[in-house]
Nanobody
Framework: QVQLVESGGGLVQAGGSLRLSCVAS????????MGWYRQAPGKQRELVAS???????NYADSVKGRFTISRDNAKNTVYLQMNSLKPEDTGVYYC???????????????WGQGTQVTVSS
């Protein structure tokens, strides 16, 4: 069984910073692309940032220059450093990973349970 567990969310004032972490655990053979998505109330879930196994990154235009995604392959962990936070960054942040588990010939898409980020004005 594979699971993703996020941590690091919370309440912060506009202009502040937060760092999210997500650890993948279980019977993992390899972790491929990892990423962070967010969902604001009444809105669809959207991609915030993604990172490949060789650390190529992709960001939503709304967070470029403020957020940084990184990963530690040895720890099956992905991070999201969020600086200069704005109220519009508020939402539930979900970790996502494409994982090949032992005993399964195919990779699958896994999601964490989500962590709340609230930015007050």
């Amino acid at each position: 069984q594979v699971q993703l567990v996020e941590s690091g969310g919370g309440l912060v004032q506009a202009g502040g910073s937060l760092r999210l972490s997500c650890v993948a655990s279980g019977s993992i053979r390899s972790v491929n692309d990892m990423g962070w998505y967010r969902q604001a109330p009444g809105k669809q879930r959207e991609l915030v940032a993604s990172i490949s196994r060789d650390s190529s990154t992709n960001y939503a235009d709304s967070v470029k220059g403020r957020f940084t995604i990184s990963r530690d392959n040895a720890k099956n962990t992905v991070y999201l450093q969020m600086n200069s936070l704005k109220p519009e960054d508020t939402g539930v942040y979900y970790c996502n990973a494409i994982i090949n588990a032992f005993g399964n010939p195919y990779s699958h898409n896994y999601w964490g349970q989500g962590t709340q980020v609230t930015v007050s004005s």
